[in-house]
């Protein structure tokens, strides 16, 4: 069974910095593409940034020149680097990871969430 598991939230100061990690486990053949979500109070949730095998990535505009998104896929992980954290940017942070399984099946899965919380 596969498993998405985050770590690295918690408070900050405004203008500070926070990296996160997440961890995929489980029987994987591939994973294409890995990256984060995240879900502010009242809000719905939202694309952060996508990592690729190739190197490329995408951004929210609202995080671009700010946040940095990176894999190491030896390690089935995917790593996103918060600098010039800004109040609006609290929220549930999620892994995504589309995942091919032995059988050669796609399928999408989730972190548990880690919380990020921007003090101004």
């Known amino acids: 069974q596969v498993q998405l598991v985050e770590s690295g939230g918690g408070l900050v100061q405004a203008g500070g910095s926070l990296r996160l990690s997440c961890a995929a486990s489980?029987?994987?053949?591939?994973?294409?593409?890995m990256g984060w979500y995240r879900q502010g109070p009242g809000k719905e949730r939202e694309l952060v940034a996508t990592?690729?095998?190739?190197?490329?990535?995408n951004y929210a505009d609202s995080v671009k020149g700010r946040f940095t998104v990176s894999r190491d896929s030896a390690k089935n992980t995917v790593y996103l680097q918060m600098n010039s954290l800004k109040p609006e940017d609290t929220a549930v942070y999620y892994c995504?990871?589309?995942?091919?399984?032995?059988?050669?099946?796609?399928?999408?899965?989730w972190g548990q969430g880690t919380q990020v919380t921007v003090s101004s």
């Open positions: 990592a690729y095998s190739s190197g490329g990535a």
């Open positions: 995504n990871a589309r995942i091919m399984d032995v059988g050669r099946r796609w399928s999408l899965h």
């Open positions: 489980g029987i994987i053949l591939t994973i294409e593409p």
